[in-house]
């Protein structure tokens, strides 16, 4: 028998479905290599694992809810195939952060905003950096968008960060081609 019209279009649907399920079970195998060298506590490492798992289902829940038609829209399918591809992405970095910031002794405060940080915030390299050091107020966007020859750091006092952050800065701010010395 000849499928029908509907039945066509439900194809890229349940193809989408099928491949974000994938994705699931790729993101937890990641995740175990990840974890299995980790130095972190077993109570971190079950703690990050579940919550990156949460954040990729509730992003990928939401692709459940569309209709056929979206699926069948190609500027739409594209979006959703790249959400869903991004997300294992994002949560596997949001892990990396989040053991390496463990690693590092950051303050519990600024591990909960890495936490509790939804995946969406990791596709930013400043939002990335931001998290990573824990140091909100610094022009991070002005460092990763290598626009401009001059970066105002402003009243940012270097003696307030952990000598980690300031050499994540140091790092970041040596990686902008605009840059021609750093001292931290």
């Given at each position: 028998r000849?499928?029908?019209?509907?039945?066509?279009?439900?194809?890229?649907?349940?193809?989408?479905?099928?491949?974000?399920?994938l994705l699931r079970e790729d993101?937890?195998?990641?995740?175990?290599?990840?974890?299995?060298?980790?130095?972190?506590?077993?109570?971190?490492?079950?703690?990050?694992?579940?919550?990156?798992?949460?954040?990729?289902?509730?992003?990928t829940q939401v692709h459940h809810k569309f209709d056929v038609a979206t699926f069948n829209d190609d500027a739409?399918?594209?979006?959703?195939?790249?959400?869903?591809?991004?997300?294992?992405?994002?949560?596997?970095?949001?892990?990396?952060?989040?053991?390496?910031s463990v690693g590092g002794a950051m303050p519990q405060s600024e591990l909960e905003v890495i936490f509790n940080a939804p995946l969406a915030e990791f596709a930013s390299k400043a939002a990335v950096l931001r998290l990573r050091t824990g140091i909100r107020e610094f022009p991070w966007m002005e460092v990763v968008e290598e626009r401009r020859a001059d970066i105002d750091l402003g009243d940012w006092d270097s003696?307030?960060?952990?000598?980690?952050?300031?050499?994540?800065?140091?790092?970041?701010l040596g990686g902008n081609a605009n840059v021609r010395s750093v001292t931290v």
């Open positions: 000849a499928e029908t019209v509907e039945e066509l279009q439900g194809r890229r649907r349940a193809l989408h479905l099928g491949m974000c399920k993101l937890a195998l990641q995740a175990e290599t990840k974890l299995a060298d980790s130095s972190a506590s077993l109570d971190v490492q079950s703690g990050i694992r579940t919550q990156i798992t949460v954040d990729f289902d509730g992003q739409e399918y594209k979006r959703l195939m790249n959400e869903a591809i991004d997300g294992k992405t994002h949560a596997l970095v949001k892990m990396g952060i989040y053991l390496e003696a307030s960060a952990s000598p980690q952050a300031r050499e994540l800065v140091a790092s970041a």
